[in-house]
């Protein structure tokens, strides 16, 4: 741990901004987030016919529900379920809905205030733990995460590069942390991202937690060896900087970017629905309201637009796109925008089916795996698909722990299990790679 511990310098340059960020969250009525919340609900929907699917719909686009699986409106199928976060004031109509027409339903979370604030998954006792080295456990906010990446570019300036794409909206830097030994001239390469949706804050704790065990197992472990040895790894562990940002000052349910935009009051654009793949058609919104808004055109958010040059760029030796989500347990590929299978699907299935297994061993979770688009719901514009389209062989994303118990407010205990055993799917789906596919 010695080696990643941050100096007391560090640490105590941390104060002040720890300081600053219960100052936010806590604005005199020690409720977090200005107790926004209060009375709130969240609800899994579970139709089982097409008339009662279709009620739902009209019902939650009146009573304006937010989405915890946008994508995912009401389909009748096994497996596939649709939580919703209603605001106190509609969820009395909600329920007296579902009462009335019999349609299935089971609250998930009764009082999302609540939930939020004895949940863990908010930051408590800080100053305690940012005393005691870095706390991979808990969730960094992301000036914490900044530093930590300025930190490691100093400290471990021999297996890590930290360098900017460019910058978001609001003008904060897009940082990207290349892992690797600079051991020949031509090496392959993995991307990563984290956070691509502001709320999914297990995303980017995890793109920590990578990047924490490589540099703490290279030397011991012999696949995190070979792997920093044949490959490089682009990791970035915050895509919607903006949107991260505005999830810890403001609304922790946010998953959208920050632009804004000409015509409506609404800002943010869905940072997954906004890359040039068959852009903006099933399962994205025209609507600057909703939150699968897919953008007045593709790549108009400068994020995204990043990213894509990036990968544009570096396409011939990046060999891999991982990007990181939350809750479904899912390992998905290719299409999110139709139903077919890929060129190649077997290789890629059995490099699924593999990390599966992987994950499952160490605590017993299972993951379902297949092609986003039946294994989820279809979605156009994702990066994705784009990445596979624009020749990235091995294109998957990861949705991480739970199934919706929790759902965005995974509590921090967690964070560990959750990121151990994601660690060996990468691992594996990473040593795939490097063998000739069968
Ligand atoms: C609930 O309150 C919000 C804002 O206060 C309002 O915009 C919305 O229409 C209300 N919804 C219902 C169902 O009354
Ligand atoms: C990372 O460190 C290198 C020097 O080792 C420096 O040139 C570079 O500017 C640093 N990156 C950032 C983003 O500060
Ligand atoms: C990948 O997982 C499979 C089990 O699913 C296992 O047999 C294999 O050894 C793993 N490979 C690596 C490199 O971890
Ligand atoms: C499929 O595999 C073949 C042979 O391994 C390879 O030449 C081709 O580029 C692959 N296609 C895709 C889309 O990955
Ligand atoms: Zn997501």
Known sequence: MKLLGKPRSRTAALLPLCLLFLKILQPGHG???????????????????????????KICHKLKVDLWQPGSIFYVSEGTVTDVHIPHNGS????????????????????????????????????????????????????????????????????????????????????VLKLGRRSRAYKRAVWIDCGIHAREWIGPAFCQWFV?????????????????????FYIMPVFNVDGYHFSWTNDRFWRKTRSRNSRFRCRGVDANRNWRVKWCEE???????????????????????????FLRKHRKHIRAYLSFHAYAQMLLYPYSYKYATIPNFSCVESAAYKAVNALRSVHGVQYRYGPASSTLYVSSGSSMDWAYKNGIPYTFAFELRDTGHFGFLLPEMLIKPTCTETMLAVKNITMHLLKKCP
């Open 92 to 175: 009395q109509a909600l329920l007296a809905f579902l009462q009335e027409t019999n349609i299935q339903y089971k609250i998930l979370i009764e009082d999302l205030q609540k939930a939020l604030e004895e949940g863990s998954s908010l930051p408590t006792q800080r100053s305690r733990r940012s005393l005691s080295g870095y706390n991979y456990e808990v969730y960094h906010s992301l000036e914490e995460i900044q530093h930590w990446m300025h930190h490691l570019n100093k400290t471990h300036s021999g297996l890590i590069h930290m360098f900017s794409i460019g910058n978001s909206y609001e003008g904060r830097s897009l940082f």
């Open 283 to 309: 399962g994205a919104s025209t609507y600057p309201c909703d939150d699968t808004y897919c953008g007045p055109f593709p790549e108009s958010e400068p994020e995204v637009k990043a990213v894509a040059n």
């Open 31 to 57: 409720h977090l987030y200005s107790n926004r919340y209060a009375g709130d609900k969240v609800i899994r929907l579970i139709p089982n016919t097409e008339e009662e699917a279709y009620a739902l719909k």
């Open 212 to 232: 924490k065990e490589a540099l703490l197992t290279y030397k011991s472990d012999p696949t995190m060896r070979k792997m920093l040895t044949h490959l490089y």
